[in-house]
């Protein structure tokens, strides 16, 4: 087995990634804590996704201008963890998505499908309530699937999906999905999701967006 030497530990080298077993993961990445408060993986950097990165994203345009005009406020982060790479290697990554509305459509992600269709993942939900909409690529078809504390998701390969936050505290969940997995969001900021997750009487309904009046608080 090689080694690269930094200082006066010895550690395996990334160019060993082919290498199977403990050797092909660095020894901080095969343990993390989870700060389920901060949202944090360790000392991992996260992606922070503010209410400005998310144009085009929520059916109602006129509400997003109006709470884009009251503030830009953090509306999820995601903190990706890429231990190794290879075929049959995982990816993780934890998401803390914050509870707001934009119109009567609750706070969600960009939402994607795996850059390699075949791709599944595994999502647990730790804290809050929270919904996934699920859809498949080559129909169009949509399933609504809860995601709060200790809900276990299985999202299919060839599945555009996102998650909602549709309570008043931050939703966090953890996603764990194959290294080769990617993302493409180009599909979605194209044509987004057809359905939309709003607010009906206290509750979440999904609702076709073609059947969604555009700046009417998305209201049919
Ligand atoms: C990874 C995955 C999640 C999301 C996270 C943020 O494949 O599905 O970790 O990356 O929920 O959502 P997006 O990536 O759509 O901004
Ligand atoms: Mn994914």
């Known amino acids: 087995m090689l080694f690269c030497c930094q200082g006066s530990e010895a550690r395996p080298s990334f160019s060993l990634m082919a290498v199977p077993g403990l050797a092909s993961v660095l020894p901080e990445h095969l343990a993390a804590h989870l700060d389920l408060g901060a949202g944090t993986v360790g000392a991992h950097p996260g992606t922070e996704r503010f209410l400005s990165d998310l144009r085009g994203v929520f059916h109602d345009e006129v509400a997003y201008g109006e709470a884009l005009a009251r503030g830009n406020p953090l509306v999820y982060r995601v903190v990706g963890v890429a231990p190794a790479e290879g075929d049959g290697q995982l990816h993780y990554g934890l998401g803390t998505l914050q509870a707001g509305k934009i119109g009567q459509e609750y706070f969600l992600t960009k939402g994607h499908l795996h850059a390699w269709r075949p791709a599944a993942e595994v999502y647990v939900g730790l804290r809050g309530d ?51 997995a990617g993302h493409d969001y180009a599909a979605i900021a194209e044509r987004n999701f057809r359905c939309c997750l709003v607010e009906r009487e206290g509750q979440p309904v999904l609702v076709e967006r073609a059947r969604l009046v555009r700046g009417a608080g998305g209201r049919p």
């Open 130 to 180: 929270g919904r996934m909409i699920l859809e498949e690529e080559a129909t169009g078809r949509t399933r609504l699937v809860p995601l709060g504390a200790g809900d276990v998701v299985y999202v299919p390969g060839h599945t555009a999906h996102r998650t909602a936050n549709v309570g008043s505290e931050p939703l966090v969940y953890l996603g764990i999905y194959p290294a080769a």
